[in-house]
């Protein structure tokens, strides 16, 4: 059980964190940091927090272990904050979607890595935002990515899996640069697709008229353009290297089956669809989508 | 009350017209012409249809209203084989999801086009397909976009709206070039992107661990990538002009999200994702997403 855990950055996947972990038994007090008042008082009142301060140093006073939930942008001037404030004993681990950017933070802010400091990434979430989205179940059966470091303690790799999964959660551990890879992919690609897709729309004369027509595989395929700007913003930078890198190669094969349009390529069209939906369906049957 | 139905092509669409009408009291008989016997006994046991052909001739034979519903690569064809056993008053439609296509293969196939024949195009559908996936209530509150021809007679036009209408549907009347641009840009653009996407993640190396971190949001991005692969290679070429015009449009777009990553633009990556947002927001409002 651990005693006090600590959220900075208090919203949707830190909030769902303290509620999961409550309801499982396996925390004793939850205190969190948040840049607004309101933001604490609201999660007070839900329940998700025992105590909460604008001040980080009051808010991670007595915390065994420190949750960085903000923006990745923020991180580094999180970690600088932190710094005089963590002890030996502290767990400290984060929620950021990319996790290059945010060891290269803690480098920055911490010089020497602390052992107790274990980057994670809950695979889980929705586009809505805010401590009042925050549910118990969020993380059940859903996958959390650990990159544990080199500098990482055997111990506190086993607290912070283990904090996750009383969660429901399965924890995977890979290395920094794969998982910037892997989620380039399948999640900061999409994300920028859907955001200039709706964009090319909403810039698009008559477009009003034009979302009027749209259908059910629209809504569905736009709905993470729903997403926080702010946040995607963060990612993107955060992520440049791995998130240009399939980007350009998306781009290239857009090129090529705009190619095959053009042609009338009936063999390329397809053979590419086909391939992509045998990907998707194989995907479906796992997932039970 | 339509005396008798005929789809030809019977699959998700055709089929769940007909069980629409048929819980509507709207007609009396619904026919249908299918490639494959198998595809008929299986619509006649689950009550789609009173009865089926394999032969186009047999399967329209008293028909009132004509539904074609094939993919709409084939129409041209269906629509030889139609000419020599349309009468005068018969009334005939299609569910094709483009229309200039549609309308030139009419063209090709009967010389004059028939005072009967007003194009159609359902906005409803899901990524299954197939006449066992028919429901009663798919064009429930769904648009119906019918685009009448200067040929078409007041009354045809009349009769296909009060079919639609006695679905459960809102009728919606547009030019055929207009109908092909915004289906180009809310339907056929996103499965051109997510049939993309899939493919691109397929044959990244270690595909099949990518798609093991992929969350809800990829899910929803890429459902639209199980639709059938000859169902949009159809689409694609008979959609061409209106289809390349989007891509490019939105390649020109992803480029330059691209290079606004590439030099760090954090004003133009806030600025379109918050537009995008904000559209796509506005959209979910209006259609309780």
Redesign the interface.
């Known amino acids: 059980v651990i005693r006090q855990l600590t959220i900075i950055g208090l919203g949707l996947i830190g909030g769902s964190l303290a509620l999961a972990l409550k309801r499982a038994g396996a925390v004793e007090r939850v205190t969190a940091c948040a840049r607004r008042q309101e933001t604490l008082d609201e999660a007070l009142k839900l329940g998700v927090i025992d105590a909460g301060s604008t001040d980080l140093a009051e808010a991670v006073s007595g915390a065994e272990v420190v949750v960085v939930a903000t923006p990745v942008g923020a991180m580094e001037s999180i970690f600088r904050q932190l710094a005089p404030h963590l002890t030996a004993d502290m767990l400290l681990t984060d929620v950021g979607s990319t996790k290059g950017s945010v060891v290269a933070a803690a480098r920055q802010a911490f010089g020497e890595l602390p052992t107790g400091f274990v980057p994670g990434h809950p695979?889980?979430?929705?586009?809505d935002s805010g401590v009042a989205a925050a549910v118990a179940d969020l993380y059940q059966h859903?996958?959390i990515?650990l990159t544990p470091l080199e500098t990482s303690s055997h111990e506190a790799v086993a607290r912070v899996r283990a904090m996750w999964e009383a969660c429901g959660a399965e924890v995977i551990e890979m290395g920094v640069a794969h998982h910037d890879e892997?989620?380039a992919?399948?999640?900061h690609?999409?994300?920028?697709?859907?955001?200039?897709?709706?964009?090319?729309?909403?810039?698009?004369g008559e477009?009003e008229?034009?979302?009027?027509?749209?259908?059910?595989?629209?809504?569905?395929?736009?709905?993470?353009?729903?997403?926080?700007?702010?946040m995607?913003?963060d990612i993107?930078?955060a992520n440049?290297g791995a998130?240009?890198a399939?980007?350009?190669?998306?781009?290239d094969?857009?090129?090529q089956?705009?190619q095959a349009?053009?042609q009338?390529d009936?063999d390329y069209?397809?053979q590419?669809?086909?391939?992509?939906?045998?990907?998707?369906?194989?995907?479906?049957e796992?997932?039970e989508?």
Not at 123 to 127: H, R, S, V, Y
Not at 246 to 251: E, N
Not at 272 to 284: E, L, P, V
């Open positions: 695979i889980a979430g929705t586009e859903r996958r990515i892997v989620l992919a399948t999640s690609l999409p994300h920028m697709l859907a955001y200039a897709l709706v964009d090319t729309l909403a810039r698009m477009s008229e034009i979302f009027e027509f749209a259908a059910g595989g629209f809504r569905d395929f736009t709905r993470i353009a729903s997403s926080s700007p702010a995607w913003h993107c930078l440049r998130l240009l399939v980007l350009r190669r998306f781009a094969d857009l090129a089956l705009t349009i053009e009338g009936s069209l397809l590419t669809f086909t391939r992509a939906k045998g990907a998707r369906d194989r995907f479906a796992k997932f989508d």
